[in-house]
């Protein structure tokens, strides 16, 4: 874990040294805020429960990062965040986002509660190897036409550590998962593939509202 946090920290740094203050880094550092708003939080409260907790609790940690991605990439480019805009505007623009996001989150993560429920895994072990299924199925196009950017991979991993690391805390100590082969390869194939057929549901969906050309 020491060795993927230096690499992270040093993905983090190219980043920002790149891009200086812009749409972008803007977006990083409202999730890293938020990744240290959960951190905060995590120490201090421990509700009870199990699949709805983590489930919903996961959801509002993606509508978060999702807002947090409207300065800078939201779901469909004409919901961008514009200096012009007005509070009206922006509520309405994040809605839509929200409104094609949110079912497919579900979906994910009722497929990381199935995954949770049939193999064991540690903190260490959830933490890297659900964060990099999520960001090989999200940066899927983008990874396979330039393989060498896996190098940067912490980058977009960090999106969804902000989001689900609190969820599985509240939840791990009833989990029941068993210490399965193919624990570690399984979500590396089944989550990528939930979010393209989610990502297609969302292009096809947002093809048809007229959000998308």
């Excluded at 509700?47 to 940690?61: H, V, Y």
């Excluded at 497919?104 to 260490?124: E, G, M, N």
């Excluded at 057929?197 to 947002?206: D, E, F, R, S």
């Amino acid at each position: 874990m020491r060795a993927y946090t230096i690499w992270t920290l040093v993905v983090l740094a190219l980043s920002f040294g790149h891009d200086g203050m812009s749409r972008n880094s803007v977006t990083r550092l409202l999730i890293l805020a938020y990744l240290g708003l959960t951190l905060w939080i995590g120490r201090r409260f421990r509700p009870q429960g199990g699949a709805t907790l983590f489930i919903g609790s996961c959801l509002l940690g993606s509508l978060a990062v999702e807002f947090f991605y409207m300065f800078s990439r939201p779901v469909f480019p004409s919901l961008l965040f514009q200096s012009g805009d007005s509070a009206l505007v922006l509520l309405h623009k994040t809605l839509v986002d929200w409104s094609f996001t949110a079912p497919a989150y579900v979906v994910i993560y009722a497929v990381f509660w199935r995954l949770l429920a049939r193999y064991q895994y540690s903190l260490t072990e959830y933490v890297l190897i659900f964060s990099a299924g999520q960001a090989l199925g999200d940066g899927n196009a983008f990874f396979m036409a330039q393989p060498a950017m896996l190098l940067l991979i912490p980058y977009v991993m960090l999106n969804y550590q902000a989001i689900n690391v609190l969820p599985y805390l509240w939840v791990r100590d009833r989990l029941t998962g068993q210490a399965r082969r193919g624990r570690w390869i399984v979500p590396l194939l089944v989550i990528p593939i939930t979010y393209l057929v989610m990502g297609a549901c969302i292009q096809v969906a947002g093809k048809i509202c007229g959000w998308r050309p």
